[in-house]
């Protein structure tokens, strides 16, 4: 047995240093992000494009849906899509709707929406047959819980073998040597994050994990070294931490949870109603009444939850543990509401840290370690802001 000595930080366990800047306007600040990838190979089609040199593989603001039941849905891909977000569809979708929404080409959906799959035979079967129906399919997310089996990269080495010209999310892990491992063995972006997930019950139902902030930081500069990008995957509750991954070296941030009780989730909305404990006086019968009001939820629940299991696979199989939870989040209408809110704090971010753009932000910053970050006493008791 072997102790670590060094502290590893979460998101809540830091600040970003504010810095003298002569930015002017938040508003100035640019939030999209080009790369190019270490192990795609454009297709011919696309090659005409990327001829031009400065041309990226990819672009946009690399802010991602997670492939989440009420988040990776094929309604929210194409809302962020249209606002230069991107999505990782969930799983679940049948090869026929898979390919009715890839087909015929949609250069948004192709840009800014990932394939996502198992790394069963039939998860290759399936995505053999959809991505032979259609030449629109660009990012491919394999994503199991633990990343760190030998089968696992060599599953990725196979896929990238006979797939060149996909770019290839792989993930999860949280350490510096199996990021790089799986860039070699032909991942193009790394996804980090065992754990912090919102809905996520990894570390009480099993005892492991990373620190979040850590886990970024090690694994982006692990990929960068090769060329490689990383997304940080899960935890993120607020757009402070938002703004904490991409200081840390996130290439992409992936959200579940704050994109979680939209309309484009798809969830059904449960409305409850309760008793204030307030009375209000009516004047016709001179008597008093309780005060009753609503408040509106969406389920969500983590996709190894009991929830999603028998949702999608009939039951929890024997041998398996439930690594997720089921819970009510507040309904919020329409997720264009939030993503603003996302990207108004993170341009205030960079503004603070002198950073004109996204991309400078991490040369930019520098954390603070605290023991508290922000002042709750009035948290329970806000009515608006
Ligand atoms: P969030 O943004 O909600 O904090 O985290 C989202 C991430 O949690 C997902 O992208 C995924 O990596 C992870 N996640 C989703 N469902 C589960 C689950 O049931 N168990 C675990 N361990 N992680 C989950």
């Known amino acids: ?20 800047s002569t930015l002017g306007s938040r508003k100035d600040v640019g939030l999209t992000k080009r790369y190019k990838f270490r192990n795609y190979v454009p297709t011919e089609m696309s090659m005409e494009i990327l001829r031009s040199e400065s041309h990226p593989s990819y672009e946009g603001i690399p802010i991602m849906a997670a492939n989440m039941d009420g988040v990776g849905t094929m309604k929210m891909a194409d809302t962020l899509a249209s606002q230069g977000l991107f999505t ?13 929404f890839f087909n015929p080409f949609a250069e948004l959906r192709r ?26 399919i660009k990012y491919v997310c394999v994503d199991v819980a633990n990343g760190y089996t030998k089968f696992f990269s060599d599953y990725i080495s196979k896929l990238r073998k006979e797939f060149p010209h996909i770019v290839i999310i792989a993930g999860n892990v949280v350490t510096g040597d ?35 902030l850590s886990a970024v930081i090690e694994c982006a500069d692990a990929a960068h070294g090769l060329s490689g990008h990383i997304i940080a995957d899960g935890g993120c509750t607020c757009p402070g931490d938002v703004a904490k991954a991409f200081a840390a070296g996130a290439d992409f941030v992936m959200l579940g949870g704050m994109l979680a009780g939209h309309d484009e989730g798809g969830g059904e909305v449960i409305t409850k109603y309760y008793q204030t404990g307030e ?24 996709m190894s939850s009991k929830a999603a299991n028998d949702k999608h696979f009939g039951g929890l199989k024997e041998n398996r543990s439930r690594e997720g939870r089921k819970v ?13 809110d996302i990207l108004g704090g993170l341009r205030s971010t960079c503004t603070y840290a002198g950073a ?18 922000h002042n709750s006493i009035y948290e329970s008791a806000t009515i608006g802001i």
């Open 1 to 20: 047995m072997r102790i670590e000595q060094g502290l590893k930080l979460d998101y809540s366990n830091v600040l970003l240093r504010p810095k003298r």
């Open 88 to 100: 990782c569809l969930v799983k679940t979708y049948s090869e026929q709707e898979l390919v009715e």
């Open 111 to 136: 840009e800014h929406v990932a394939y996502s799959m198992g790394i069963t035979e039939r998860d290759l079967e399936k995505f053999k047959k959809v991505y032979s129906q259609t030449e629109n």
């Open 178 to 212: 199996q990021t790089q491992e799986l860039i070699l063995n032909g991942a193009d972006i790394v996804k980090v994050g065992i754990g912090p997930g919102s809905v996520c019950t990894t570390r009480i139902q099993t005892g492991v994990g990373y620190p979040q």
């Open 279 to 302: 009375q209000w006086f009516k004047q016709n019968d001179e008597t008093y009444h309780p005060v009753i009001e609503n408040k509106k939820f969406v389920t969500f629940y983590g």
């Open 328 to 340: 009510l989040v507040p309904y919020r209408g329409e997720v264009g509401t939030t993503i603003q």
């Open 356 to 373: 004109i753009r996204l991309k400078h932000l991490s040369k930019c910053t520098t954390f603070v370690k605290c023991t508290q970050t």
